[in-house]
């Protein structure tokens, strides 16, 4: 294997446990919760150093392998995945649903203003404050988007791709 893709994928993996412990300790808070030192220092030193990480990669891996059985297959991987998004998915529920209603009005899901996604697509899309987005217009925001998202020539933070 690629040892660049290897550390990506290492670090990913880093990310995600991270991630995962803060939400297991956080209160479910998801991304949104806040790390404290004292999550990410699992063995109590004073330093998070590769002890904690791999104490908390190793509680992620057992959580996604349910069986216990050293190895995580397709149908835990998702199971997990799910469970995720089920958890991130109701907690956006409950910070839009200002009132406690258990109901979200069309504004809600729009963006409280009503306009939310569209308004903000129209605003970097219009460069010439037509009111409108013209065809050249829609292929410099997609451009834009592919630089930003790495799919162009160019990374986000301007290193050349090869």
Do not use: P, Y
């Not at 991630?19 to 990410?40: D, I, K, P, V, Y």
């Not at 104490?55 to 190895?71: I, K, S, T, V, W």
């Amino acid at each position: 294997m690629d040892h660049s893709i290897l550390r990506i994928f290492a670090t990913a993996f880093s990310i995600a446990v991270i991630a995962g412990a803060a939400n297991a300790e956080g209160g479910g808070q998801g991304r949104h919760s806040e790390m404290t030192f004292e999550m990410l220092d699992v063995d109590g030193s004073g330093e998070i150093d590769t002890t904690d990480l791999d104490a908390m990669r190793a509680e992620r891996f057992a959580a996604l392998d349910a069986d216990g059985d050293g190895a995580v297959t397709e149908e835990e991987f998702v199971a997990q995945a799910q469970r995720d998004a089920a958890e991130r998915a109701a907690q956006m529920f409950a910070r839009m649903d200002a009132d406690g209603d258990g109901l979200l009005s069309r504004d809600a899901l729009e963006g409280r203003g009503g306009r939310g996604m569209s308004g903000r697509f129209l605003m970097r899309a219009d460069t010439d404050d037509s009111g409108g987005v013209s065809a050249e217009e829609f292929e410099a925001l997609k451009s834009r988007m592919a630089v930003f998202r790495g799919g162009g020539k160019r990374h986000r933070w301007g290193r050349n791709s090869q």
